[in-house]
C-alpha cells in the first residue's frame, strides 16, 4: 500500500509527489543551464543559427551532440519516474509524448517558461475534465482528443504558440 499525502482537498500518493518535484527541479535546472551557462547559450545559439554559431567559434556538431545527450538522459529519467505509476510496455511513453509535445507547441517552442505553464495548465484542465464530468458526456477516452482538439485550435489561431514567437524576417 503506498502512503499518500493529504493536501487539504486533495490526496496525492508520494510517488506522485516526487514526480512532481523531480519534473519542478529538473525544469529550474535546464532554465538556469539555458540561460546562465556557456554552455547553454551555445546549445541555443547553434540551434537557431548553425552558420552564425560556427562563424563565432562555436563547435555546431558538439552542441549537437550534448543536446542529443541530455535529450536522451531527460527522457530517461521521464521514464523511469513514470514508470512505477503506469503499466510498462513497449508504447507506454506514447501518451506522455502526445501531452508533452502538446504542452510544448502550445506554449511555443521558443518558451520554455510557456510550455511548462501550458503542460501543467493541460494536465490539470484534462484531470478535472475527467474528473467532473458525467461519464456518459465525457469519459476517459475522450480525454486525449480533447487535448489534441485545443491544440489544433490553437496552432490555427496563433501558430507560434500561446507564449512563441512568430519568426520574422530580416532583409
Not at 56 to 64: A, D, L, P, S, T
Not at 81 to 101: D, E
Request: charged share 10%; with cysteine.
Amino acid at each position: 500500500m503506498t502512503r499518500s499525502i493529504d493536501l487539504g482537498v486533495a490526496r496525492m500518493s508520494q510517488h506522485h509527489a516526487v514526480v512532481l518535484g523531480a519534473a519542478a527541479l529538473l525544469s529550474v535546472l535546464l532554465l538556469l543551464l539555458f540561460t546562465r551557462t556557456k554552455l547553454g547559450l551555445a546549445m541555443r545559439a547553434s540551434a537557431e543559427n548553425p552558420v552564425a554559431s560556427q562563424l563565432v567559434g562555436i563547435n555546431v556538431g558538439r552542441m549537437r551532440a550534448v543536446s542529443w545527450g541530455l535529450s536522451t538522459a531527460l527522457g530517461s529519467l521521464a521514464g523511469l519516474l513514470i514508470a512505477p505509476i503506469t503499466l510498462v510496455w513497449p508504447g507506454f511513453m506514447f501518451p506522455v509524448l502526445l501531452y508533452a509535445m502538446t504542452a510544448a507547441v502550445l506554449g511555443g517552442l521558443t518558451s520554455a517558461p510557456g510550455a511548462v505553464l501550458c503542460g501543467v495548465a493541460v494536465g490539470v484542465a484534462e484531470n478535472l475534465l475527467g474528473t467532473y464530468t458525467p461519464q456518459d458526456w465525457l469519459g476517459p477516452e475522450m480525454k486525449l482528443p480533447l487535448v489534441l482538439m485545443l491544440l489544433a485550435a490553437v496552432l490555427v489561431a496563433r501558430p507560434a504558440g500561446i507564449w512563441g514567437r512568430a519568426p520574422t524576417r530580416k532583409v
